[in-house]
């Protein structure tokens, strides 16, 4: 019955030409903001009256949008660390928004969903094996949470290079999202394109309506009224030539999901009215990408700015080596940078030298230690899987240590996440956080092997140096929550 309704409704055989769609996209994500050695969260008096800005984003945004069915209605991504923050926190509110992509299944054949690549990491800053966990970790994060596999991913920035489509690929992903400066040739971002890839992969790439989506954003008056959106802002982005010939077309408006409500209050209410009386009233199909590909799949094919984002415009620097997308003097990002990348470099050398001795590839092991950790597979199974001689070491000191230099990978690419890099200066909470996973990681090592890490870690920080309050780097790491005895090496004389 319900591929019969789908063919009735969406097939190639019954769609009709001349459609004007509209598609919401909502970007949802926060970083993680737990303490890595207590998995609490610290209480955030910005967020006052609430504990922290998850809960008063929830109540802002994530419940009041959950609660009035508009997930089910536009395309959307759940970050990892998100979600997992609001199953344990508000199960009721992660429930009804993992639902949404089940109903739109039923309702349509397709999710609504896209998978993210997992820690919000700007994929073209790292390296060929961290990309592929980053998108592996994803799927898989996707594939538990919504029980089938992802089609879509959105990168973290739309931060976009060659080598992170061909992976995204290859692991399955056939479609995403980019800004419409990010292609190098000319395009009607009323359609999607192919890239063509290596050894005859492609990959469609949606791009977003620039005005639309930086007036949603960035101008209150846009989003004051859905009826006038829909009457004034949306026909304006029709072509007037697709339209005369009877062409369908998509507005893709991709946005911060947070900002319908949370960063402009009632704006839940506005998307709301937007899709259920607004758009339809004036001839507009509410639509989502994975939907609208199936019906009108890409013929074009387009060439990209690679690397290039939605929010730098000098490629990926901003969360690089530092440019002047940010006020005052960004030149701590390429320090900090060089510091996590250091650490993360000694980090893989140790880990590859002696997580080798009991896995037969630490690599591939390390992809799937993200379901080893979540308990959604059985150690029995993991060891099976990459132990050498495919069984768990009689050893449980081996045992252990596999897992705590598993767990120090883990925290590694926590301290990429792009949040730290974003912001104007460096003693804000962001590259704090960046810096305590990183400080995690190395107390698993300690752990581990007995091997002292932090010392060239401080030295390296030393060098990245806020414009705003002369703070350093390793200043942030000194200020760090003390641990308890032991897990650490002692930190060295200033």
């Known amino acids: 019955m319900i591929k019969e309704t789908i063919e009735t409704e969406d097939s190639p055989s019954s769609r009709q030409t001349g459609r004007s769609y509209l598609c919401l996209h909502g970007h949802f994500y926060q970083p993680p903001r737990e303490d890595p050695f207590t998995g609490i969260i610290p209480i955030e008096p910005e967020a006052t009256p609430y504990t922290n800005f998850d809960e008063k984003i929830t109540d802002e945004c994530y419940r009041p949008n959950a609660e009035a069915g508009n997930f089910a209605w536009i395309s959307y991504d759940l970050g990892p660390t998100l979600a997992s923050w609001l199953e344990a926190a508000h199960p009721e509110v992660y429930k009804q928004i993992i639902a949404a992509d089940h109903q739109h299944r039923m309702r349509y054949g397709v999710g ?32 538990h949470r919504y029980g089938h596999d992802a089609h879509g991913m959105w990168l973290a920035e739309t931060a976009v290079d060659m080598e992170s489509l061909d992976l995204m690929a290859q692991h399955g992903v056939t479609y995403t999202v980019l800004a419409p400066w990010q292609a190098a040739t000319a395009i009607d971002p009323s359609e999607p394109y192919l890239v063509r890839l290596s050894n005859g992969r492609s990959i469609t790439v949606f791009f977003y309506n620039a005005p639309l989506s930086g007036g949603v954003s960035f101008d209150w008056n846009t989003t004051s009224n859905a009826d006038l959106f829909a009457a004034s802002y949306l026909p304006g982005q029709l072509a007037k030539s697709k339209s005369d010939a009877g062409e369908e077309q998509l507005i893709l408006i991709a946005t911060d999901g947070e900002l319908y409500g949370h ?40 060439e990209l700015r690679v690397p290039s984002s939605w929010s730098c415009g000098h490629g990926v620097a901003r969360w690089d080596t530092g440019c002047e997308c940010t006020e005052g003097d960004s030149t701590w990002k390429g320090e900090l940078r060089k510091a996590l990348n250091h650490l993360a470099e000694r980090g893989d050398q140790l880990f590859e030298q002696y997580a080798g ?23 029995e199974s993991f060891w099976a899987q990459y132990g050498k001689e495919q069984r768990m070491p009689e050893d449980p000191q081996m045992v252990e240590r596999t ?3 598993l767990e120090a990978q883990y925290y590694h690419q926590y301290s990429f996440t792009s949040c730290g890099f974003f912001f104007e200066e460096l003693s804000r909470i962001e590259p704090r956080n960046d810096i305590a996973f990183a400080r995690r990681a190395i107390s698993l090592t300690w752990q581990a092997l007995g091997i002292d890490l932090q010392r060239d870690f401080l030295l390296d920080l030393a060098h990245a140096r806020g414009w705003r309050t002369n703070i350093t780097g390793a200043d942030l790491y000194r200020q760090l929550p003390v641990v308890r005895p032991g897990l650490l090496p002692t930190l060295p004389q200033e």
């Open 112 to 143: 609504n969903a896209l998978a993210q690549a997992y820690n919000h990491t700007i994929l073209p800053l790292a390296n060929s094996r961290d990309k592929n966990t980053q998108i592996l970790w994803g799927l898989q994060d996707f594939r």
């Open 263 to 302: 960063h402009k209050p009632w704006r839940d209410k506005f998307m709301t009215h937007l899709i259920h009386s607004g758009a339809p009233a004036y001839g507009f199909e509410v639509c989502t990408l994975e939907r609208y590909l199936q019906m009108y799949p890409a013929t074009k094919e387009v």
């Open 357 to 379: 001795e009991t896995l037969s590839d630490p690599w591939a092991a390390r992809n799937a230690y993200l379901e080893l950790r979540n308990g959604w597979i059985t150690p």
């Open 403 to 405: 897992r705590l230099l």
